[in-house]
């Protein structure tokens, strides 16, 4: 950019159409800090949007109602995963995929009904992209003070490994489809017995006779079949 290549954008026009926050997520979404990124203005809409999103999610939370049940599992180690990511991430100054993983995170949370808890967390994670928005939500969660002064985020470690692994299933060499085991699953009649629910796998062997099976746990079930 340059002035006389009338090419520069001015911060300000930015910060009156879509605020501030916008501005902080976008530039620092666009990718890693020392790489050249093109600047597009249109582009801002996706952070404008995950803005919203989340915002929605705890619009909805207020006006009906925080859960008392706890999270599933799914969402208790998604967040955890989150926490880690995002801590990890800032502390290598890879702000973008921070903010990656925090949009993983709303896209789940907006199908669901998160606990205060959890939004309570998003709001501390959120704060050093969007600070505004990340003060509203946590005043709309019931926090005191400023967010900007509460303890950061703590997570399980436990909680951030998968116990189950999604692996491909070949016939004859080639992929057609997957199975989701469990990681230290070493049986490969267990897996052969998924792999045969899988409605594709199941109509490539209809007609033929296994001959042999290759399965490495965790990697890949390979069934050779004439």
Known sequence: MSKSRGNVVNPDDIVVGTGADSLRLYEMFMGPLEAVKPWQTEQVSGVVRFQRKLYDVARKCVSGGWPNESESEETTKLLHKTMKKVTEDIENMSF?????????????????????????????????????????????????????????????????????????????????????????????????????????????????????????????LNIIAK
Do not use: C
């Open 96 to 220: 973008n995929t921070a903010i990656s993983a925090l949009m993983v995170l709303t896209n789940h949370i907006s199908s669901t009904t998160p606990t205060k808890d959890t939004m309570t967390r998003v709001a501390i994670m959120l704060t050093p992209f969007a600070p505004h928005l990340g003060e509203e939500i946590w005043s709309m969660t019931g926090g005191q003070g400023s967010v900007s002064m509460q303890k950061w985020v703590e997570w399980e470690e436990a909680l951030t490994i998968d116990s189950t692994v999604v692996m491909g299933v070949q016939i004859n060499g080639k992929v057609r489809g997957e199975i989701e085991m469990e990681k230290d699953e070493e049986d490969e009649n267990v897996a052969l017995s998924k792999a045969k629910e899988v409605e594709k796998v199941a109509k490539f062997l209809s007609d033929k006779e296994i001959k042999k099976v290759i399965y490495k746990p965790g990697r890949i």
